[in-house]
């Protein structure tokens, strides 16, 4: 690996700034860098290097939170590249070091000294068109304020119930500790490959989080129109004729590691 893209939330002055000491750290061991377009656009003055689609990286440096380091895996994905996620946000779940470790972690990058987990994806489509990947969840939820959501779930052609709520969460093992764990969802074990079918603020007590296996065939239908989210950046509107299918992606996501997670110590710590 010898070429690497930066990539920053351009809304975090934080992560911004970070850019020229990134910048720096990946130079002295002998990257050469490219950079998204967000921080082209935002600081001029680094226009003269090249972009992802001059020139396509290696692997991608996210430097944010992990909205930031999600936004820098739908671009990763294709490319089929990892990401190595440096936090410059408040919980850090999807970061592999924080701003401090980020020279060290691009000399262990350079030296061949990292893991890349491989996160398996869900992929969404609506009445049979274009397919999406998810990589963290989709969601499912009302359009109004006031009022519920009659949501009817099938798994593998099987009836799974229908639920009042104000929405529904289809989660990948990655996405279960965001929205899903927030909203009452399981905590998943490393190396497991599911889906987590979890209701948001349920009005029964009947429907409780669903774990179903990783190629399942999960179809949603809601009576009444509402909204579909694609890890909080594709949304769409939703009628009660649309149906959603969502089963196991043929792409994954790659994160960069210096060593095994222990999800549960992240958990603690992270969420305390």
Do not use: W
Request: net charge negative.
């Amino acid at each position: 690996m010898r070429h690497i893209g930066i990539f920053a939330n351009p809304t975090n002055p934080s992560a911004l700034s970070a850019v020229q000491s990134i910048i720096d750290a990946a130079m002295a061991v002998s990257f050469s860098c490219a950079l998204d377009a967000s921080i082209r656009r935002c600081l001029p003055e680094y226009s003269a290097f090249p972009s992802f689609e001059e020139a396509p990286p290696e692997a991608i440096i996210a430097l944010g939170g992990d909205g930031t380091i999600l936004r820098a895996a739908t671009i990763a994905v294709p490319l089929d590249v990892p990401v190595l996620g440096v936090n410059f946000g408040r919980v850090g779940f999807m970061s592999a070091v924080n701003s401090q470790e980020a020279p060290l972690a691009l000399r262990r990058l350079a030296e061949g000294d990292y893991l890349v987990d491989a996160r398996m994806l869900l992929s969404c489509a609506v009445n049979g068109g274009e397919t999406h990947d998810c990589i963290n969840d989709a969601i499912l939820y009302k359009k109004r304020f006031s009022g519920v959501a009659d949501i009817h779930v099938s798994i593998n052609g099987v009836d799974a119930g229908s639920v009042f709520c104000d929405g529904l969460i289809v989660s990948t093992p990655n996405g279960a500790t965001g929205y899903s764990i927030s909203a009452g969802g399981p905590v998943v074990a490393q190396g497991l490959d599911v889906a987590i079918v979890t209701p948001i603020c349920p009005h029964t007590l009947c429907f409780r989080p669903i774990v179903a296996q990783a190629d399942a065939d999960i179809r949603l239908s809601m009576h009444s129109d509402g909204y579909l989210a694609i890890d909080g950046i594709l949304t769409r509107d939703i009628s009660e004729k649309d149906v959603i299918t969502l089963t196991r992606s043929q792409n994954s996501a790659k994160f960069i590691q210096f060593g095994q997670q222990n999800i549960y110590e992240l958990i603690r710590t992270k969420l305390s």
